[in-house]
């Protein structure tokens, strides 16, 4: 019985296939076989090269090798791998593309090497073709993923360039310079600029958000100015879709002309917007502008109307880009807005004190003016409230050669209504009105007339601002700064510098004002309480003068009157109430009229002290008193004189050669309001001789706050010794010049007359 067969022997079907006709061997290899002529032609090719291409050997008999390549493979084919098998007689590993049959490439790598004849002569090239698919394909990923890593370090590159660059950026300006060089950097932009968002405060009156061009490098000014046109209104809807691209296409051309002609002129197929953001408020945009070919590009192999793609990780970088630059935006805002508002406090320190020097509303306006014009506008009209109307007493140019047309604008008041004109608006709503555009359409309207218009355009003004004066309520009156094209428009930070001088001016001119009030009423009120200038009476010559202290309300207590009795006598009087105030000032009226009613009985100067002190509590006057009464026969000289506590007046005779001063000894009786004396008062009698002169005076013209009172009234004879006049008028005068000064602590009265028959 045999045996059952075994399995087939390994070693024995391998020697059966090492036994094939090697024929086979080439027909049916894992590579591509084929032989040509130096010509190319081919004369004998394998099986397996005609199924990669898809052809049949008498297809490709006869074909030339280089006619089965691509375009760049014939090239190659002619320019590097034939002179290399003419130099080295073989070539390895040369990448070309063979077209197939139905028109797809298939990558391969030839190994090639040309037989020659004894004479060196070439006869036939045999070659082995290996398929790249593979590996082209592995390379092609190896060279993108090396690419993208490139791409990817360069970014880090520029983001940490960018960072550094923005550390070291203290201003806005600096911060503009960098992102505008960095983001045409990204992008091998033509052009980049810069645009800021200004936001407008709630007093400006075009209140839209203005766009302003901070830094561009590039890009042509038209095409700037058309850009912000129309982004006007949709600033935020563009930087709300992302990193947008304004690509120069019929759509653009339809929609926004001007912008697609500006676009062309400039050479530029499209733009790029990048938000420029920071703590997710918008600040602005970088606008990076593309070429048709990339800046730098001698002959460009793209279509003039193509569209430049911008991938996710330039997309991501320029995100990263804008992010940055709006924090470094901030930084900087914050350090300039703190040096800035270093100079406004410095600023504002210096108007509040050269406003508290101010002496009066006209001075405080002009101080004001002056400095407005020298810090903060070209233009300084100051206009104040008056229950007439609106006053202009100052307007004041930056340039002195330009103040003719400044005085021009002075004449013109605010219109009262009926013209939208900025400082009536500040003063009718109580707030700054803002005015960033002066443009013609508004001078129009707030003008008066054509010289008004002119004069506005002569001056070249640009830009507005109106602060109105207001305190507890009541518009004192308004501030309006103008800029000229020169120093450019006004910017937020310039209304609050002006809002805040308007607080200080309004604080001053309301004290001022206060102040002027109380003058006037003052000023009234004495005119009214004293008596009229002294009688014409026969042989005499008289003289009267009244100074109210300098500290406090300009009226006192100090009186002087001058009284023609029916019997030709003359009665005269001399007081001083306790104090320079309006108290004092009234107090002074009612005695002054009660001593004219006591004068019907023609009581002696001692009987007056008497019948006033002893009704003082009657009259419920509210202070006390110093008094000097008298009465002259101006026909005999006969003089009576009674004190109630006043200093005694001063003779001025003519001696040997010269006048001679001298206290008349008139003993006081206590003050007028102070308890009564146990006696009448006292009284002196003697005769005042022709031609000498009586001096009677209240206490302020000898009392000082550096010298007794003795020493004042020895400073008092001297002068008058020294006056060489015996004129009332002109020693008054000589007199009030030689005892006071500009300041004075205390009310004067002072009467002065000379018997000259």
Same mark, same amino acid.
């Given at each position: 019985?045999?045996?059952?067969?075994?399995?087939?022997?390994?070693?024995?079907?391998?020697?059966?296939?090492?036994?094939?006709?090697?024929?086979?061997?080439?027909?049916?290899?894992?590579?591509?076989?084929?032989?040509?002529?130096?010509?190319?032609?081919?004369?004998?090719?394998?099986?397996?090269?005609?199924?990669?291409?898809?052809?049949?050997?008498?297809?490709?008999?006869?074909?030339?090798?280089?006619?089965?390549?691509?375009?760049?493979?014939?090239?190659?084919?002619?320019?590097?791998?034939?002179?290399?098998?003419?130099?080295?007689g073989a070539v390895r590993e040369i990448a070309l593309d063979v077209v197939r049959m139905d028109g797809s490439v298939l990558p391969c790598l030839i190994n090639a090497v040309e037989l020659r004849n004894d004479d060196g002569a070439p006869v036939l090239m045999r070659a082995t073709l290996f398929e790249a698919t593979a590996r082209r394909r592995y390379e092609r990923e190896l060279l993108s993923a090396q690419r993208a890593a490139?791409?990817?370090?360069?970014?880090?590159?520029?983001?940490?360039?960018?960072?550094?660059?923005?550390?070291?950026?203290?201003?806005?300006?600096?911060?503009?310079?960098?992102?505008?060089?960095?983001?045409?950097?990204?992008?091998?932009?033509?052009?980049?600029?810069?645009?800021?968002?200004?936001?407008?405060?709630?007093?400006?009156?075009?209140?839209?958000?203005?766009?302003?061009?901070?830094?561009?490098?590039?890009?042509?000014?038209?095409?700037?100015?058309?850009?912000?046109?129309?982004?006007?209104?949709?600033?935020?809807?563009?930087?709300?879709?992302?990193?947008?691209?304004?690509?120069?296409?019929?759509?653009?051309?339809?929609?926004?002309?001007?912008?697609?002609?500006?676009?062309?002129?400039?050479?530029?197929?499209?733009?790029?917007?990048?938000?420029?953001?920071?703590?997710?408020?918008?600040?602005?945009?970088?606008?990076?502008?593309?070429?048709?070919?990339?800046?730098?590009?001698?002959?460009?192999?793209?279509?003039?109307?193509?569209?430049?793609?911008?991938?996710? #990780?330039?997309?991501?970088?320029?995100? =990263?880009?804008? /992010?940055? %630059? !709006?924090? *470094?935006? $901030? &930084?900087?805002?914050?350090?300039?807005?703190?040096?800035?508002?270093?100079?406004?406090?410095?600023?504002?320190?210096?108007?509040?004190?050269?406003?508290? #020097?101010?002496?009066?509303?006209?001075? =405080?306006?002009? /101080?004001? %003016? !002056?400095? *407005?014009? $020298? &810090?903060?506008?070209?233009?300084?009209?100051?206009?104040?409230?008056?229950?007439?109307?609106?006053?202009?007493?100052?307007?004041?140019?930056?340039?002195? #050669?330009?103040?003719?047309?400044?005085?021009?604008?002075?004449?013109?008041?605010?219109?009262?209504?009926?013209?939208?004109?900025?400082?009536?608006?500040?003063?009718?709503?109580?707030?700054?009105?803002?005015?960033?555009?002066?443009?013609?359409?508004?001078?129009? #309207?707030?003008?008066?007339?054509?010289?008004?218009?002119?004069?506005?355009?002569?001056?070249?003004?640009?830009?507005?601002?109106?602060?109105?004066?207001?305190?507890?309520?009541?518009?004192?009156?308004?501030?309006?700064?103008?800029?000229?094209?020169?120093?450019?428009?006004?910017?937020?930070?310039?209304?609050?510098?002006?809002?805040?001088?308007?607080?200080?001016?309004?604080?001053?001119?309301?004290?001022?004002?206060?102040?002027?009030?109380?003058?006037?009423?003052?000023?009234?009120?004495?005119?009214?309480?004293?008596?009229?200038?002294?009688?014409?009476?026969?042989?005499?010559?008289?003289?009267?003068?009244?100074?109210?202290?300098?500290?406090?309300?300009?009226?006192?207590?100090?009186?002087?009157?001058?009284?023609?009795?029916?019997?030709?006598?003359?009665?005269?009087?001399?007081?001083?109430?306790?104090?320079?105030?309006?108290?004092?000032?009234?107090?002074?009226?009612?005695?002054?009229?009660?001593?004219?009613?006591?004068?019907?009985?023609?009581?002696?100067?001692?009987?007056?002290?008497?019948?006033?002190?002893?009704?003082?509590?009657?009259?419920?006057?509210?202070?006390?008193?110093?008094?000097?009464?008298?009465?002259?026969?101006?026909?005999?000289?006969?003089?009576?004189?009674?004190?109630?506590?006043?200093?005694?007046?001063?003779?001025?005779?003519?001696?040997?050669?010269?006048?001679?001063?001298?206290?008349?000894?008139?003993?006081?009786?206590?003050?007028?309001?102070?308890?009564?004396?146990?006696?009448?008062?006292?009284?002196?009698?003697?005769?005042?001789?022709?031609?000498?002169?009586?001096?009677?005076?209240?206490?302020?013209?000898?009392?000082?706050?550096?010298?007794?009172?003795?020493?004042?009234?020895?400073?008092?004879?001297?002068?008058?010794?020294?006056?060489?006049?015996?004129?009332?008028?002109?020693?008054?005068?000589?007199?009030?010049?030689?005892?006071?000064?500009?300041?004075?602590?205390?009310?004067?009265?002072?009467?002065?007359?000379?018997?000259?028959?």
């Amino acid at each position: 019985m045999s045996a059952a067969p075994g399995p087939p022997d390994p070693r024995a079907q391998l020697g059966r296939l090492l036994e094939e006709d090697p024929a086979d061997l080439y027909e049916n290899a894992p590579m591509g076989y084929l032989s040509a002529l130096p010509d190319g032609r081919i004369v004998k090719v394998n099986r397996t090269f005609c199924a990669w291409t898809g052809r049949s050997p008498e297809d490709l008999l006869g074909l030339r090798f280089q006619d089965l390549l691509t375009m760049g493979g014939r090239v190659f084919h002619e320019t590097h791998l034939v002179p290399l098998l003419r130099m080295q007689g073989a070539v390895r590993e040369i990448a070309l593309d063979v077209v197939r049959m139905d028109g797809s490439v298939l990558p391969c790598l030839i190994n090639a090497v040309e037989l020659r004849n004894d004479d060196g002569a070439p006869v036939l090239m045999r070659a082995t073709l290996f398929e790249a698919t593979a590996r082209r394909r592995y390379e092609r990923e190896l060279l993108s993923a090396q690419r993208a890593a490139e791409e990817s370090e360069a970014r880090s590159r520029t983001v940490q360039q960018v960072v550094s660059d923005m550390a070291a950026a203290t201003s806005v300006a600096d911060v503009a310079a960098v992102v505008v060089e960095r983001g045409r950097e990204v992008l091998r932009g033509q052009g980049a600029a810069l645009v800021l968002v200004d936001e407008a405060p709630s007093g400006a009156v075009d209140d839209v958000p203005q766009l302003h061009t901070e830094q561009s490098v590039g890009l042509p000014d038209e095409l700037m100015h058309e850009l912000r046109a129309a982004a006007i209104g949709q600033l935020a809807l563009e930087l709300a879709q992302g990193v947008p691209t304004v690509s120069l296409d019929d759509r653009l051309r339809d929609g926004q002309p001007t912008l697609a002609a500006a676009m062309a002129a400039g050479g530029l197929s499209s733009l790029v917007l990048v938000p420029v953001t920071a703590d997710n408020r918008r600040l602005g945009v970088l606008v990076v502008g593309l070429g048709a070919g990339g800046r730098g590009d001698l002959i460009s192999l793209e279509e003039p109307e193509a569209v430049r793609v911008i991938g996710p #990780a330039d997309v991501e970088l320029l995100w =990263t880009l804008g /992010r940055q %630059a !709006g924090q *470094a935006l $901030e &930084r900087a805002r914050l350090h300039e807005e703190t040096a800035r508002q270093a100079e406004r406090s410095a600023f504002l320190l210096e108007a509040a004190r050269l406003l508290a #020097a101010a002496a009066d509303v006209r001075d =405080t306006v002009e /101080r004001l %003016a !002056g400095l *407005a014009v $020298e &810090r903060l506008a070209d233009v300084c009209a100051i206009d104040l409230a008056t229950e007439q109307g609106t006053t202009r007493p100052v307007v004041r140019h930056r340039d002195p #050669a330009l103040q003719p047309l400044a005085d021009e604008l002075r004449q013109r008041q605010l219109p009262q209504r009926g013209t939208p004109h900025p400082g009536m608006e500040a003063l009718r709503r109580g707030r700054s009105v803002w005015v960033r555009n002066l443009d013609d359409e508004l001078l129009e #309207a707030i003008t008066q007339d054509t010289r008004h218009l002119e004069i506005a355009h002569e001056l070249e003004l640009v830009s507005l601002i109106s602060v109105p004066f207001v305190s507890e309520g009541r518009p004192l009156g308004v501030l309006t700064l103008v800029a000229d094209a020169r120093r450019g428009r006004f910017t937020a930070a310039d209304v609050e510098v002006a809002e805040q001088l308007g607080l200080q001016v309004a604080l001053v001119v309301a004290k001022a004002q206060r102040y002027e009030l109380d003058v006037r009423t003052s000023h009234t009120l004495q005119a009214n309480l004293l008596p009229p200038p002294p009688p014409e009476v026969a042989g005499l010559q008289m003289a009267v003068r009244y100074l109210a202290a300098t500290q406090g309300v300009e009226v006192g207590g100090d009186f002087y009157d001058v009284v023609r009795l029916p019997d030709d006598q003359v009665a005269l009087a001399v007081g001083d109430v306790v104090g320079h105030d309006i108290t004092a000032a009234a107090t002074m009226g009612q005695l002054n009229s009660v001593y004219r009613a006591l004068l019907v009985d023609r009581p002696a100067p001692s009987a007056m002290i008497d019948r006033l002190q002893a009704s003082w509590s009657l009259l419920g006057l509210q202070r006390m008193a110093t008094a000097l009464f008298a009465t002259l026969d101006p026909a005999t000289g006969q003089l009576r004189i009674a004190s109630a506590g006043h200093l005694p007046p001063l003779l001025l005779t003519a001696g040997s050669g010269a006048r001679v001063a001298e206290f008349l000894p008139v003993a006081p009786s206590r003050m007028l309001g102070a308890p009564p004396a146990p006696a009448p008062a006292l009284e002196w009698a003697g005769v005042l001789p022709i031609g000498a002169t009586l001096v009677l005076f209240t206490d302020g013209l000898v009392e000082s706050r550096s010298a007794d009172i003795d020493m004042g009234l020895a400073h008092l004879l001297a002068a008058a010794e020294a006056s060489g006049t015996s004129d009332p008028d002109e020693l008054c005068d000589r007199l009030l010049a030689a005892l006071t000064g500009a300041h004075r602590a205390d009310d004067i009265a002072l009467l002065v007359l000379t018997r000259t028959a």
